[in-house]
Nanobody
Framework: VQLQASGGGLVQAGGSLRLSCAAS????????MGWFRQAPGKEREFVAAASVSGATTYYADSVKGRFTISRDNAKNTLYLQMNNLKPEDTAVYYCAADRRGTMAIMKSPIHDYWGQGTQVTVSS
């Protein structure tokens, strides 16, 4: 599986962005998926996870109520809708795939596949 993240950009605080993660191959629906982010000088952190069907989702406390993760298995695409963005959301955002499930997405630093990252910058 190859992952291609897109949709990042520059937005003012309070604005919205929608990230996409397009997956190649026919096994996308076999993987739990997640979004992570890394701000300058900080470690990569978990943002959100979705089960293989997308029916079960998890979020970091810092984004709960503002971000929504979803997936379209027919289109092999993962999404992250980000609303009410804050300057502290500024980071490079990565998508990842893990056959072990959403717990592995949230708890493990190692995953089967990673996307290349897309920059999100939120101005105050």
């Amino acid at each position: 599986v190859q992952l291609q993240a897109s949709g990042g950009g520059l937005v003012q605080a309070g604005g919205s962005l929608r990230l996409s993660c397009a997956a190649s191959g026919r096994t996308f629906s076999s993987y739990a998926m997640g979004w992570f982010r890394q701000a300058p000088g900080k470690e990569r952190e978990f943002v959100a996870a979705a089960s293989v069907s997308g029916a079960t989702t998890y979020y970091a406390d810092s984004v709960k109520g503002r971000f929504t993760i979803s997936r379209d298995n027919a289109k092999n695409t993962l999404y992250l809708q980000m609303n009410n963005l804050k300057p502290e959301d500024t980071a490079v955002y990565y998508c990842a795939a893990d056959r072990r499930g959403t717990m592995a997405i949230m708890k493990s630093p190692i995953h089967d596949y990673w996307g290349q990252g897309t920059q999100v910058t939120v101005s105050s």
